[in-house]
């Protein structure tokens, strides 16, 4: 076991504890803390060692300096306490880091593919970025509808269990340069581009590139906030389509850089 300065941190956090007999002497030093023993058998029973093996986490912890035998009980040394407290409160703190990223949702709101009648068991999944809900219990998540409802309706389901799988969408940058934005050509290939792609986000980024885009489609485009908006599609699995003037693709690229960006495709219109 590799030596340590007296009272240094031996678990950081939670990863920290992977270190072999991490766990152990942790628990060790605050029996010795709170209880001070006179023998170690009571410590041993306790966290399922032999007395041997507590004799070792001992001797280890009275090395560093952070146990000791006084008046005839294990006792930790005031380096010992201070690493214990401060173990300990790193832990919880890494503990309530990772619970705070942990959403536990025991209940949602689905939109009904088709009737559903109450208490009845529904199977959910994501479409068109959408939360759904079907009868039956086929699909990776399922729940409890708490109410009946018609299809096209939203339905509360609680009793959730598995879960609905998430793939990224992606976003594709078309790029078309400024000669080409009169041309009937060009309306035509982005025509076809669209329909190729299916449903998804469609945006436009300047007065250009959106005055071509309208001509091509009769579906809502968006003009504002479009990197937010491709994000936040992505994150719910819809795929978006986003036309650029080649001359302002760096310009529009650039907020989309930093961490957790969606996958992204560029491609020239011409």
């Known amino acids: 076991m590799p030596s340590e300065r ?22 060790f030093l605050y029996e010795c803390t709170t209880e001070e023993p006179t023998q170690l058998r009571p410590i041993a029973e306790r966290l399922d060692l032999t007395v041997q093996a507590a004799s070792h986490v001992f001797r280890q912890l009275a090395a560093r300096g952070l146990a000791e035998v006084r008046d005839g009980r294990y006792r930790p040394t005031t380096a010992g306490v201070a690493w214990l407290h401060a173990a300990l409160g790193l832990v919880r703190d890494d503990v309530g880091d990772r619970l705070e990223r942990l959403h536990i949702i025991r209940s949602t709101r689905a939109l009904a593919l088709a009737p559903i009648a109450a208490g009845s068991e529904v199977a959910l999944e994501l479409r068109d970025g959408l939360l759904t809900a079907r009868p039956g219990r086929a699909g990776a998540s399922r ?11 939203i339905v509360e389901v609680d009793g959730l269990e598995g879960i609905v799988s998430i793939s990224r969408g992606r976003v594709t940058v078309l790029t078309v340069p400024l000669r080409l934005v009169g041309d009937a050509r060009a309306v035509a290939r982005l025509r076809a581009a669209i329909r190729t792609r299916g449903p998804g986000l469609l945006a436009a980024h300047g007065l250009d590139a959106f005055h071509l885009l309208q001509r091509a489609t009769t579906r809502p485009i968006v003009r504002f906030g479009i990197a937010p908006a491709c994000r936040e599609a992505s994150h719910v699995g819809v795929d978006s389509l986003v036309l650029v003037l080649e001359e302002e693709l760096p310009r529009f690229l650039g907020p989309f850089e930093g961490s957790d960006p969606p996958p992204l495709t560029v491609r020239s219109l011409s």
């Open 6 to 27: 007296p009272g240094s941190a031996l678990t950081p956090d939670l990863a920290g504890l992977r270190r072999r007999g991490a766990i152990t002497e942790l628990l």
């Open 143 to 153: 729940g409890r509808a708490r109410h009946a409802a018609r299809a096209g309706e």
